[in-house]
């Protein structure tokens, strides 16, 4: 007697469900906009000098005081 092979068999892995399959883009969408945010701020940091721009006008100087442009 021969048997024939069963056609829906699991062979190997199981396909993932639409959810799954949802939840891992979902994952892979938010690792790839948190590496673009990463990669756009190392960019714009060195791209912007942003010591100049938060500066108030005055410098530190070595003796502990401040001396500011406007006394």
């Not at 994952?27 to 721009?53: K, N, P, S």
């Amino acid at each position: 007697m021969v048997r024939k092979a069963r056609t829906n068999a699991p062979r190997g892995r199981r396909r993932l469900t639409r959810s799954e399959k949802i939840g891992v883009a979902s994952l892979a969408t938010i690792v790839a906009v948190g590496a673009l945010g990463v990669a756009a701020g190392l960019l714009l940091d060195r791209l912007l000098d942003f010591d100049d721009a938060l500066d108030a006008g005055g410098e530190w100087d070595e003796g502990g005081g401040v001396y500011t442009r406007w006394m």
